[in-house]
Structure formats: C-alpha cells, structure tokens
C-alpha cells in the first residue's frame, strides 16, 4: 500500500538532509525519538513500538525504514520531482495490499504528524 502527503513548502534536498536526521525526530514528531545510535542503523520509538531504523540520504531527500516491521514500513521525505516537485512529498509504504482500518488510521496519523512538523520547520 502507498500513502502520500504534499506539503506547501519549498526546500533543497540539501536542507532537508541536513535538517532532518536520527537525531533530530523530535523536532518533526511528536511519537518519534532516537533510542541509540548505530552505525549502520538506530533505534527508535515510534507510535508502534521501537523498531530498528535504517536512514538514508536519497537523491531528492531523504528515507527512514523500520528494519524488523512485519509491515516493511518505509517512508521517503524528497523535494524537486513529480507530482510536485517545487514541494516536499512525503511517500510512505507497506508491503501489504490491505490491511486493518485501524492500522490505516495509524499510518495516516503518524504521516500527519510528519507534515505538521515539516510545516512548523520549514
């Protein structure tokens, strides 16, 4: 399953990898928040639980995936392409094609949260 959000705001890929890291979630939502830093991944609670989290700079953005979700959650925060690209997409998937109405409230919920903190934040 996909879920988007398009936010009116304008930003360079740089700036949002420069601003948005492991480090600092707790700027952007209010469910996220670095646990401990690896090397190659941290740990992280998120409004499921704590997860292992993997985040890479992309070209256009940035993405964070929840390594050990059943659901294979990743999402992308990217700038300077389709649909829109004078504006931040945030793309979110799951390696589902339905699940519960519930966990799709959730997802939408913590995708709302991303949006209100990128709007506060940009």
């Known amino acids: 399953m996909e879920f ?3 936010i009116d705001k304008q930003v ?14 707790e700027l952007f ?4 928040f670095l646990i401990k830093d690896n090397k190659t991944h941290f740990e992280g609670a998120t409004l499921w639980d704590a997860f292992k989290i993997s985040y890479n700079k992309i070209k256009g953005g940035i993405r964070f995936t929840l ?10 925060i990217t700038t300077g392409y389709p649909p ?19 966990f799709i409230e959730e997802i939408n919920a913590f995708l709302d949260e991303w949006e209100v903190g990128l709007k506060a934040n940009f």
């Open 4 to 6: 988007f959000r398009i």
């Open 84 to 102: 829109e690209p004078n504006k931040i997409i945030i793309h979110c998937t799951i390696n589902r094609i339905q699940k519960e109405a519930m």
């Open 29 to 32: 939502t209010e469910t996220m």
């Open 67 to 76: 390594l050990d979700c059943p659901n294979a959650f990743s999402w992308t």
């Open 12 to 25: 360079s890929e740089l700036i949002l990898q420069e601003k948005i890291t492991p480090l600092s979630l």
